[in-house]
C-alpha cells in the first residue's frame, strides 16, 4: 500500500509540474501588458523598460517560469494586483470554505446517488425504477448555476427555510447551525447532478453483479433479497462504486465554481470570479493552481480508497 | 432483467419500449424546431431582442402582447431565447466540431503510431485531465477577452483532452484489424491507409460521444456566458438571460426560468440522441437488452 502511494505520488510529479507551467503560461499570454497594468496607461517606455527589468519579464520564459515556481514552491504567489494584499493571505480562508462545501457536496453525492441507484437496481423494471430513472436523466443535465437560482426562488424567497446568500449571517452567531443552514442550498446545487448521474451507474453496475453465478447460488440456498442486495452485490460492488464516484468529482467541482458564485459562498471559486472579473492576475493564477491541487489530491486518495477496496489488483 | 410476461408492471415496459424509440425522435424534431428558428430569426415575425421597452419591463407571461413576458429591461423574452438559440448553441456545437477534427488527428496518431507519439501526446494530456474541465475552461475565457469567440477556444481547448482519449483508443483498436494488416501487405501508402481505412472505421464511437458531450456543453458554455465570460450585453444567450433575470428573481421569476428550461431542454436533446446513435452503433448493447 506504501509502495503504491509512493509510486502514484512519484508519477503525480511531471503532471503537476505541467499543471504550473500551463497555468504560469495563461497568465504569460494573457492580453494586455503587466507593466501596463501596475503602472497604470500613462507610463513611459522607459519605466516600463526598467520595471520589466527588474521583475524579470525580459529574460526568457523557461528561466521566468523557474524564478516564479521556485516562489510557488516557497509558499509565495505574489501580490494581489487589487487589494495589495499577500495573495496566500487570500487564498488560505477560501480553501476551508471550499472544503466544507466540497465535503458537504461530496457526502449528499454519495449517500443519495448510492441510495437512489441501490433502490432503483433492486427493483429494476418496475414503476418506481422508471419514474426515477426519468427524473434522474432530468437532473443530472440541470445546470447549477440555474438549478441554484431556482432554488433560491422556491426555498429562500417563497418559503424562507434558507438564506439566499454567504456562509454566516451579519446578525447571526456565526456558529455551526448558521453555517449549516447557508450551506444547505449550495450543496444541494452542486450535488445534484453529479449525484443523479452516480445513480445512474450504481444502478447499472448492481444490476451487473445481480446476473452473477455466485448471486444466483445465494438466491437458489433462500438468501433474502434485501441481504443479497445489500451484503453480497453492495461488496463486489463497492470498487465499482468508488471509481464511479470517482469519475464525477470533475463534475462535482465544476458544479461548486457555479454554486459559490450563484450563493457567494466565500471559497476559492469565488474569488476565482472575483479575480477574473477584476483581471487580479497573480490571484487568478493561485486560485487555478490551488483548486487543481486539490482536484488532484482528491482524485489521489480515491485510487488509494479503491486499491484498499479491491485486493485483486495489489499485485497489478 | 425482468421479463415482461412474469413483471406486473408489463404495460409500461412497452411503453418505455415506445419511449425508446420516440425519445431520441423527440430529441431530434426538437432540436431541429430550435436550429430552424434560431436560423431564422432575422425574418420570424417577433420583436427585436435588443428593443428595451420600460413600460414592459418585467412583464408577467402574456401580457402586454408578450407571449413569454419582458425581462429586467422590458425586452421580450420569446425574441431573446430565439435569438440567443443561435449564440447557445454555436459556442455548444462548434467547439464539439473543432474539437472532434482535432482530436481524432491526435487521437489516430497516438493510437495509430503509437510508440513515442503516443507517450508524447498522452502524457501531455494528462496534464489537462488534472483540471476539473469547468475550471479549466472559466480560467481560459477569464484570461482572455470576453466574447463569443473566447467561449468557443475555451470549450474547444477543454474538449480536446477528453475527446482525445476516446479517440486513441477507436484508432488502436482498428489499427490491430487484419485488414489494415491486408491493405499495409498490398501496399497502401500511410495516408491512404489512415484516411480510407483508419479514419473511417476509428470515427463513429467518436462522433457518438461528440454528440452526447454536446449536451454537457450547452451547460457549460451557457455557464461561461451566466458568469459574464461569453457574449457581452446587451446581446442575448440563455446563460446571459439566466444571468439577467437573477437579478429580478423575486418579481419576475419567468425571466430566469425560460432561459435555464431551454438550456435543460437542448442538453436533455443531445444526451438522449447520443445515448441512442451509441446504441445503435453498439451491437453488444443490443443484444443484451433483447435477451
New interface residues.
Given amino acids: 500500500m506504501l509502495l503504491f502511494l509512493l509510486k502514484r505520488l512519484a508519477a503525480l510529479v511531471?503532471?503537476?509540474l505541467?499543471?504550473s507551467?500551463?497555468?504560469f503560461l495563461?497568465?504569460e499570454?494573457?492580453?494586455g501588458d503587466v507593466t501596463t497594468l501596475l503602472l497604470g496607461p500613462l507610463a513611459s517606455e522607459e519605466a516600463k523598460a526598467t520595471l520589466r527589468k527588474t521583475l524579470g519579464l525580459d529574460q526568457p520564459i523557461l528561466i521566468q517560469y523557474a524564478k516564479w515556481l521556485e516562489h510557488v514552491l516557497g509558499g509565495d504567489f505574489g501580490v494581489s494586483i487589487a487589494t495589495s494584499r499577500r495573495v496566500v493571505d487570500l487564498l488560505a480562508p477560501r480553501l476551508l470554505a471550499t472544503v466544507i462545501l466540497g465535503g458537504a457536496s461530496l457526502a449528499l453525492t454519495i449517500v443519495f446517488g448510492v441510495a437512489v441507484g441501490v433502490i432503483t437496481a433492486a427493483r429494476?423494471?418496475?414503476?418506481v425504477d422508471?419514474v426515477t430513472q426519468s427524473v434522474v436523466?432530468?437532473i443530472?443535465?440541470?445546470?447549477?448555476?440555474?438549478l441554484g437560482?431556482?432554488l433560491?426562488?422556491a426555498f429562500s424567497?417563497q418559503f424562507r427555510w434558507f438564506p439566499t446568500s454567504g456562509m454566516r449571517s451579519v446578525s447571526g452567531n456565526g456558529g455551526v447551525t448558521d453555517v449549516l443552514n447557508h450551506l444547505v442550498l449550495p450543496a444541494v446545487t452542486t450535488a445534484a447532478a453529479p449525484a443523479a448521474v452516480v445513480a445512474a451507474m450504481v444502478r447499472a453496475a448492481i444490476?451487473e453483479v445481480m446476473g452473477l453465478d455466485y448471486i444466483r447460488v445465494a438466491r437458489a440456498k433462500g438468501v433474502p433479497r434485501r441481504t443479497i442486495i445489500l451484503k453480497h452485490a453492495m461488496r463486489n460492488a463497492l470498487p465499482t462504486i468508488v471509481t464511479i464516484i470517482g469519475l464525477q468529482?470533475?463534475?462535482l467541482?465544476?458544479?461548486a465554481?457555479?454554486s459559490e458564485?450563484?450563493f457567494a459562498w466565500p471559497g476559492l471559486g469565488q474569488l476565482?470570479?472575483t479575480s477574473?472579473?477584476g483581471r487580479d492576475l497573480p490571484v487568478?493564477q493561485a486560485s487555478?493552481l490551488a483548486?487543481?491541487l486539490v482536484?488532484?489530491l482528491v482524485n489521489l486518495a480515491i485510487d488509494m480508497l479503491n486499491r484498499a477496496l479491491d485486493p485483486r489488483g495489489q499485485h497489478a | 432483467?425482468?421479463d415482461p410476461v412474469r413483471?406486473p408492471?408489463h404495460l409500461?415496459?412497452y411503453a418505455?419500449k415506445a419511449w425508446r424509440n420516440l425519445g431520441p425522435l423527440v430529441a431530434a424534431a426538437f432540436l431541429a424546431l430550435v436550429v430552424t428558428l434560431a436560423i431564422l430569426a432575422p425574418w420570424l415575425p417577433i420583436a427585436d431582442p435588443l428593443d428595451a421597452d420600460p413600460s414592459k419591463r418585467i412583464a408577467a407571461i402574456g401580457t402586454h402582447d408578450l407571449w413569454l413576458g419582458g425581462d429586467n429591461q422590458g425586452r421580450d423574452i420569446l425574441a431573446r431565447l430565439i435569438w440567443g438559440a443561435r449564440i447557445s448553441l454555436a459556442i455548444a456545437v462548434a467547439p464539439t466540431l473543432v474539437a472532434t477534427l482535432v482530436s481524432l488527428f491526435l487521437g489516430i496518431a497516438a493510437g495509430y503510431h503509437g510508440r513515442w507519439l503516443d507517450h508524447i501526446i498522452m502524457?501531455?494530456l494528462?496534464?489537462?485531465f488534472?483540471?476539473?474541465?469547468?475550471?479549466l475552461a472559466?480560467?481560459?475565457a477569464?484570461?482572455?477577452?470576453p466574447g463569443v469567440l473566447t467561449e468557443i477556444v475555451a470549450i474547444t481547448v477543454v474538449l480536446v483532452p477528453y475527446v482525445t482519449r476516446v479517440a486513441r483508443t477507436s484508432a488502436g483498436q482498428v489499427a490491430s484489424q487484419t485488414y489494415i494488416e491486408a491493405a499495409r501487405a498490398s501496399g497502401a501508402s500511410v495516408g491512404a491507409l489512415l484516411l480510407r481505412y483508419v479514419l473511417p472505421n476509428a470515427a463513429p464511437p467518436v462522433l457518438v460521444y461528440a454528440t452526447t458531450l454536446c449536451?454537457l456543453m450547452i451547460?457549460?458554455g451557457?455557464?461561461l456566458s451566466?458568469?459574464?465570460?461569453g457574449v457581452q450585453p446587451p446581446a442575448a444567450d440563455w446563460?446571459a438571460m439566466?444571468?439577467d433575470?437573477?437579478v429580478v428573481?423575486?418579481k419576475a421569476?419567468h425571466a430566469?426560468?425560460l432561459p435555464?428550461l431551454m438550456?435543460?431542454l437542448a442538453?436533455?436533446a443531445f444526451?438522449t440522441l447520443g445515448e441512442a446513435l451509441r446504441e445503435a452503433l453498439d451491437p453488444r448493447s443490443n443484444r443484451r437488452r433483447s435477451s
Fill in positions: 511531471p503532471v503537476l505541467g499543471v507551467f500551463l497555468v495563461m497568465v499570454l494573457a492580453p429494476a423494471g418496475g414503476l422508471r436523466l432530468v443530472g443535465n440541470l445546470p447549477p448555476y440555474w437560482l431556482v433560491v426562488f424567497l444490476i468529482m470533475g463534475y467541482f465544476g458544479g465554481l457555479f458564485v450563484v476565482l470570479y477574473i472579473v487568478i487555478v483548486i487543481a482536484f488532484v | 432483467m425482468p413483471h408492471s409500461l415496459g418505455s502524457r501531455t494528462d496534464v489537462f488534472a483540471f476539473p474541465l469547468v475550471l472559466i480560467a481560459i477569464g484570461i482572455l477577452q449536451g451547460v457549460v451557457s455557464g451566466f458568469l459574464g465570460l446563460g439566466v444571468a433575470g437573477g428573481l423575486r421569476a430566469t426560468l435555464g438550456i435543460v442538453a436533455l444526451s
